[in-house]
């Protein structure tokens, strides 16, 4: 019984003739997985190129805007105008003022504050708008759901508990004076 199995097994090994069934069926896949991949990194780059251009124009015109205090809300508009890209952007940007003190430094929180989908609003972590001549850290984090969340480089994301994933864009200016 061992020989003839043994057999039937050289003979399927060493059998030129047949289908690429196996090969396919193992390779597929394979490349799939990584054209979803390459998708996915495509629109992760559109995105957060697009965030990081839409925050540096807005910081721009805050810096050059003298004596203009923009809420929330202003520059949230302003980047998510500069940004169409970004699907939803108003629901899903949140932004993140902290005034950074150069003579005794406390470094901000690693930490971004993004958009809780969970909640119907968000509660405001840190807004807080500087006086002339004060260094001014601004944070923009965007949540957005992966084009393919089964593909190998969205499955690697960090993600929340209903699978956004997170794209957190800093940009830091000094207020000048009136």
């Not at 061992?2 to 390779?27: C, H, M, Q, T, Y």
């Not at 708008?129 to 001014?136: D, R």
């Amino acid at each position: 019984m061992i020989g003839f199995l043994k057999n039937a097994l050289r003979r399927f090994r060493d059998d030129d003739e047949g289908s690429a069934v196996i090969p396919f069926a193992l390779w597929t896949p394979l490349m799939v997985g990584m054209a979803l991949s390459a998708i996915e990194m495509g629109a992760l780059t559109v995105r957060q190129t697009a965030l990081e251009r839409a925050l540096d124009q807005t910081v721009r015109e805050v810096k050059l805007g003298t004596g203009v205090s923009y809420s929330h809300e202003e520059l949230k508009l302003k980047i998510c105008d500069q940004a169409p890209v970004l699907g939803n952007c108003e629901e899903m940007l949140h932004l993140e003022m902290i005034g950074l003190d150069m003579r005794d430094w406390q470094p901000p929180s690693s930490q971004a504050d993004c958009v809780d989908t969970a909640m119907d609003v968000t509660p405001q972590r840190s807004f807080v708008h500087g006086k002339q001549h004060e260094t001014m850290l601004l944070r923009a984090c965007y949540r957005y759901k992966p084009i393919s969340p089964t593909s190998y480089l969205a499955g690697s994301l960090e993600k929340d508990t209903q699978g956004y994933t997170a794209l957190v864009s800093t940009s830091a200016f000094v207020h000048e004076p009136l």
